[in-house]
């Protein structure tokens, strides 16, 4: 089966970097992905990350260790837009997307 | 380039009744995916789906819940005599690649559809 934690809430000041964890226990591994999902509207891709290291794409950027069954989603210079759930999904070995429950990260002025 | 599109957006039935929701891929996409989201829950996956075939139905309930991806039309969900527990968002994504090759195709959700059951 497969276990997938990130925290529930994150708060953080606009402007601000905020880091969300994940934490994965799988059958097997083919990649993590990160989506953003604004309240009411359809998940939207942000990262993925099959080998070990980091990704860097504008202000958003995702690790990976494969070793120790963990990610992180780094948001910098966070913006008021930036308010919204972010799903951590891992690809097991039957190549199915297996979501946790998500994070809201909420920004404030 | 017209996203995934569901339809309804809110769909309110009564215990008993039937649900039918639609998801229409992205042009150029033959894989289709529909997942369930409870809320304070992730995505679960339901059932995938290609033009004409059941891929994978391991994550369907076993009786009342249905899906189909004809050869011409959208892909149904279907849910016969909906009980309270069946309130929940569905989500369909769809990929222009088998599953196989998903790793590096991301998936494209549709905004879902919201049910209700009164």
């Known amino acids: 089966g497969q276990n997938i934690d990130q925290p529930t809430e994150m708060t953080a000041t606009e402007g601000a970097i905020v880091q969300i964890n994940c934490t994965y226990q799988?059958?097997?591994?083919?990649?993590l992905f990160w989506y953003q999902q604004h309240a009411g509207e359809a998940p939207t891709f942000l990262s993925y990350?099959?080998?070990?290291g980091l990704e860097e794409k504008g202000r958003f950027s995702s690790f990976l260790s494969r070793s120790k069954g963990y990610s992180y989603l780094l948001l910098k210079e966070l913006q008021m837009k930036d308010s919204a759930s972010y799903l951590c999904?891992?690809?097991?070995?039957?190549?199915?997307?297996?979501f946790g429950a998500g994070t809201t990260v909420t920004v404030r002025a | 380039n017209a996203g995934v599109m569901q339809n309804p957006r809110h769909l309110v039935r009564r215990r008993g009744q039937e649900a039918r929701l639609r998801c229409s891929p992205m042009?150029?996409?033959?894989?289709v995916y529909w997942y369930r989201q409870l809320p304070e829950e992730g995505l679960k996956f339901m059932v995938y789906?290609?033009?004409?075939?059941?891929?994978?139905e391991s994550g369907m309930p076993k009786e009342r819940f249905s899906a189909e991806f004809p050869k011409e039309g959208p892909s149904i969900l279907r849910i016969q005599q909906v009980v309270r527990g069946d309130s929940a968002a569905y989500f369909c994504?769809?990929?222009?690649?088998?599953?196989?090759?998903?790793?590096?195709?991301?998936?494209?959700f549709g905004s879902g559809t919201q049910l209700s059951v009164l």
């Open positions: 042009k150029g996409h033959s894989h």
């Open positions: 990350n099959v080998l070990d």
């Open positions: 994504a769809s990929s222009p690649l088998p599953r196989v090759s998903a790793p590096r195709e991301k998936l494209f």
């Open positions: 999904a891992v690809c097991g070995n039957d190549y199915k997307l297996s």
């Open positions: 789906l290609q033009k004409e075939n059941i891929i994978d």
């Open positions: 799988t059958s097997g591994f083919n990649g």
